[in-house]
């Protein structure tokens, strides 16, 4: 397998795998710990509500113990002076055994202790004196008291209930009852949870934790703490804090005890001031939180492999199918230019074989003008003969006055037997291959010079419109000059006897052709050779100035170029001849170009 280079790693995927990798697991986290929180404040709401109401009812039920003491008859003859100290004793034994409370004792209105539940033993609550306690106080006072306190001789913290009993309207004593809250400490810590309470100086007094009760997780002010000490409340006078730190996290309670996070709880118990907590450690949920935190990262990661690799794989496939194309592409390419030597070697044969067929027809036609041109060439063979026969005879008479004009006669009908063969051998001379792009203007200018001394013999005026801009076509220049120059001689030649001669010529240019008109003011084309035009040896010359291959060789020369020859009778009277040639750049002929004279 290939290793990925550091150049196959784009910045911004590289950017945004990164902050997949960092950021998926991180919201993960924040959603998997929001949601764990949430359950476990539900629990904690669910297990205060447990502990609270255990907490409650195991107080509440003693709540009215005092009361009830208070009515009795044998406590109230005792205050009274009327009944029996071993009585009130037994009834307070039989009492405390049957409400399982930890002590009832009763106290006259000094606070000093004077029947007790617990008379028999050694350390019994006789004879103490309470009247500084708190719920004694209260209960002087007309109404029950309640304090939370380590017992006197015992040391055990208690909860303590009182009740003022009367007589008629008159206090005369207070009964109390102490009820142990150590066994329920020893149940929650049995538990395995932590939960604890704090009472109204924010002092733990039961815990879970046997190391946290009468701790305090809060500064405690001097007024509190002498309070405390003055009261004999707390195993120790001085109350140690716990080092400990409220905080927050995800908007849940949270507080860290000796470096240790939890989860809090707390609830007020009502009617006392007091509160109970139910804390659970974080240690779980960070467990939790980095075990999905990491599972999340492995399989983003996995993702990003995976999807880099799929990509990696994509690519070599699309690298694998781009060269596949471009290879066929290649051969696709290589059987084309083939295919194009191939057609041009064909063209090539053609043109070949074209070209020979062309050379056949000639001659086929050659074949075709022989009696053409034996009749043509028989007469002034004959007439020389004759001509000839009488020079010798004028020689043999010595008689040569004549014998000059006779042999310029011979002259005259050898010339016009050179002009036959000479045009002969123009129209059966194989097309040149000087095909070269010109411009039609200077052929037409270069024709005309070559007939201005005729034109100004005869003086006849000249009509020439040409364009300003060049109008090029493809072909041997040459040859074009001797098809015009042949169309100036016949118009030289058909204005003879006119008064007024005038030749025309015109260049224009149209949808890719260039037309050259060449026009006179003179006779026309005689009717009976209109049709035949174009046919070697049709004239209506006199003998010995035309032969009649002039327009058929013409003729040639202009298919040769791929072009038209017209001729016809103007409407006005004089003859006319269109050439028409295609414009060898056609993006001119869009422009229509007409000539100027
Ligand atoms: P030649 O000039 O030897 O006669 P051509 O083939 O050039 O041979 O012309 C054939 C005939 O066409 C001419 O004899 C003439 O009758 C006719 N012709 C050609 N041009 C004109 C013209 N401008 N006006 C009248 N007739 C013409």
């Known amino acids: 397998m290939r290793l990925f280079k550091a150049a196959d790693i784009k910045i911004l995927p590289a950017l945004l795998a990164l902050l997949a990798m960092v950021g998926i697991p991180a919201i993960t986290s924040l959603v998997v710990q929001y949601d764990y929180l949430h359950g476990l404040q539900r629990i904690s709401d669910e297990r205060l509500t447990l502990y609270g109401s255990t907490f409650n009812s195991a107080l509440q039920k003693y709540e009215y113990l005092p009361d009830l003491i208070a009515r009795a008859n044998e406590i109230k003859s005792l205050l009274t002076g009327d009944g029996s100290l071993e009585a009130a004793n037994n009834f307070l034994a039989t009492a405390n055994k049957k409400a399982k ?22 350390d019994s609550f006789i004879d103490l004196d309470l009247g500084f306690r708190p719920y004694f106080k209260e209960a002087l006072k007309g109404h029950g008291g309640k304090f939370f306190g380590i017992g006197i001789m015992e040391g055990e913290p208690g909860f303590y209930v009182s009740h003022p009993i009367r007589d008629d309207e008159k206090i005369i004593g207070v009964a109390s009852t102490k009820i142990a809250l150590s066994p329920l400490g020893n149940l929650w810590q049995k538990g395995g949870e932590t939960v604890f309470v704090a009472d109204e100086n924010d002092v733990i007094i039961l815990s879970s934790r046997p190391a946290w ?19 004999e409340q707390y195993p120790e006078p001085k109350i140690k804090r716990l080092q400990s730190k409220p ?14 996070r939890f989860l809090i709880n707390s609830r007020t118990i009502a009617g006392m001031g007091w509160k109970i907590s139910y804390l659970i450690s974080e240690k779980a949920l960070w467990e939790r939180t980095l075990g999905i935190t990491l599972t999340s990262f492995v ?9 880099m690799l799929y990509r990696e794989r994509r690519q070599r496939l699309l690298s694998r199918k781009q060269a596949e194309e ?63 026969a009488s020079c010798r005879l004028m020689f043999s008479r010595n008689k040569t006055d004549d014998l000059d004009q006779t042999l310029l006669k011979i002259s005259n009908l050898c010339d016009r037997m050179g002009k036959v063969t000479s045009q002969l051998k123009s129209f059966i001379r194989k097309s040149s291959n000087k095909k070269k792009e010109f411009d039609l ?3 037409i200018d270069e024709a005309l010079t070559l007939m201005k001394h005729q034109f100004k013999t005869e003086e006849c005026d000249l009509h020439l419109r040409l364009p300003d801009v060049p109008v090029s076509i493809m072909g041997d220049r040459v040859r074009l000059e001797q098809v015009l120059i042949n169309l100036y001689r016949n118009a030289l030649d058909s204005l003879q006897k006119t008064e007024r001669p005038v030749i025309g010529v015109t260049l224009t240019t149209q949808n890719g052709v260039a037309r050259i008109h ?19 040896f049709v004239t209506t010359k006199k003998e ?45 002929s869009n422009k229509e170009i007409n000539g100027k004279s």
């Open 441 to 443: 203007r200077q052929a």
């Open 518 to 536: 060449v026009w006179d003011n003179g006779p026309g084309i005689a009717e009976d050779i209109g049709n035949r035009l174009f046919e070697p």
């Open 326 to 388: 471009a290879e066929k592409f290649r051969q696709m390419n290589k059987q084309l230019a083939l295919e194009i030597e191939e057609r041009k070697r064909t063209e090539k044969e053609l043109r070949e074989a074209q070209e020979e067929l062309v050379q056949a027809g000639k001659l086929a036609a050659l074949g075709e003008m022989a009696t053409a041109i034996a009749h043509e060439l028989n007469q002034p063979i004959a007439a020389s003969k004759t001509y000839i």
């Open 101 to 122: 409370s930890a002590a009832i004792y009763i106290m006259d209105t000094k606070g000093k202790v004077i029947a007790a539940s617990d008379w028999q033993k050694k």
């Open 544 to 588: 010995g100035v035309g032969v009649g291959l002039g327009l058929s060789i013409s003729y040639k020369i202009i298919r040769d170029m791929k072009g038209k020859i017209r001729g016809g009778n103007r409407p006005g009277g004089g003859a006319e001849f269109t050439l028409t040639l295609p414009l060898s750049i056609p993006a001119t």
């Open 213 to 231: 009760k009468y701790r305090t997780l809060v500064p405690l002010s001097q007024e509190v703490q002498d309070r405390i000490r003055k009261r």
């Open 247 to 260: 905080s927050s996290l995800l908007g849940f309670d949270e507080i860290i005890i000796n470096s240790k």
């Open 299 to 307: 399989l983003v990661c996995g993702a990003i492999l995976t999807w």
